[in-house]
């Protein structure tokens, strides 16, 4: 039978979340940008405007995942539907195929050609084929490579143990939202203090501080789904002038224009709201950021390799700036040369798309009963 004949649901396709996920991916494309030249004693005005956008923007691809997920498995479990197979083949051919490319080209081919050691590389891949770089940066285990990717197995662990949770909490995905941001409140507070060998806050690389933000976008799933009262607030808190007005005032706090962000759980609460804001208002027809639905989905398709690529973009960019001797500006080298990062990162991304992730993709049909894209 034809898969799309099979396909017995449909959850709605949320254009204005594509623009929000490039969003994400090009904000994390600054932040890095403008780090990587303050790592090489480039110091840009820029640096301090992204110094936690980057974080920030990592989230929100968080809260969409919850979203997107739960709404997803809602709707096969009101179907009858669900499959645990079909679940995990779903989420591995998504993620997998992209992910692994790049730890061929960057984790094993290149550092090979530049000389690092066998057992450096044999380290590096043993992590990243068991999607356990965030522990690896915790450890400070021979890192020095493509560290980008510790998000991606941080977004796997929480993939791996949410069916098992809607299993324990008997499919009440209130309940598991609950759970989940609870959790990863007192994941941050508890490690927030927990250093590292790595000098990193433990905080930042523990999986469970991550069900947070999952777990808001879960929320927010139960909301548009009529589980958790708050659908009729739609009509109310994103009106177009309230959303101009939510982003003017907290967008100040993502480009630290706040000053002094507060304690960790202000924070929290901050980065949980807002951007559990972007996401509800991204599924609204009025999204403030929305375009048109072919630009839309070709932003959404482009995201998950731009945010793969990108370290690979923003070294070229620096190269080209070499070769070309171009003097320090901070409209060059603060502005500029993340633009031309980003630029490159969208050819790039697309050119892997249409030509690698595309027709992989197509196999995630045969594992699917609920689709939120046409």
Known sequence: ?????????????????????????????????????????????????????????????????????????????????????????????????????????????????????????????????????????????????????????????????????????????????????????????????VPSKGNYSSAYFVSSSYFYYFGVGMLIACIRNGSIPGKLLEKTIFIPIVQVIVCLVFFGFVFNSWGNHGSLITVLLITGLFGGYLVWASTQENFILKLKPKLSKYLGNISYAMYVTHIITIGLAIAFFRKKEIHFSEGAFGWGLPILATVLCMAFSSLLYYCFERPILKLKRRFTTVVNKE
């Open 1 to 193: 039978m034809n898969a799309k004949k099979e396909t017995q649901f449909s959850i709605g396709y949320f254009g204005g979340m594509d623009v929000l996920r490039f969003i994400c991916a090009s904000g994390v494309i600054f932040h890095h940008a403008t780090l990587t030249l303050k790592d090489k004693g480039v110091t840009t005005h820029a640096e301090a405007f992204h110094r936690y956008s980057g974080s920030f923007f990592l989230d929100v691809f968080f809260i969409i995942s919850g979203f997107l997920i739960s709404l997803i498995l809602m709707k096969e479990y009101e179907a009858g539907t669900f499959s645990l197979k079909n679940f995990f083949m779903r989420r591995i051919i998504r993620i997998w195929p992209l992910y692994f490319l790049a730890v061929v080209l960057k984790i094993w081919l290149i550092p090979s050609m530049n000389g690092m050691s066998i057992t450096a590389i044999k380290t590096n891949l043993l992590y990243a084929c068991t999607f356990s770089i965030n522990f690896q940066l915790l450890f400070n285990e021979i890192v020095k490579t493509y560290t980008i990717l510790w998000s991606i197995c941080i977004e796997e662990h929480i993939y791996l143990l949410l069916p098992f949770l809607l299993l324990l909490f008997k499919q009440k995905f209130k309940i598991v939202s609950y759970f989940l941001i609870v959790t990863g409140i007192i994941s941050w507070l508890y490690f927030i203090d």
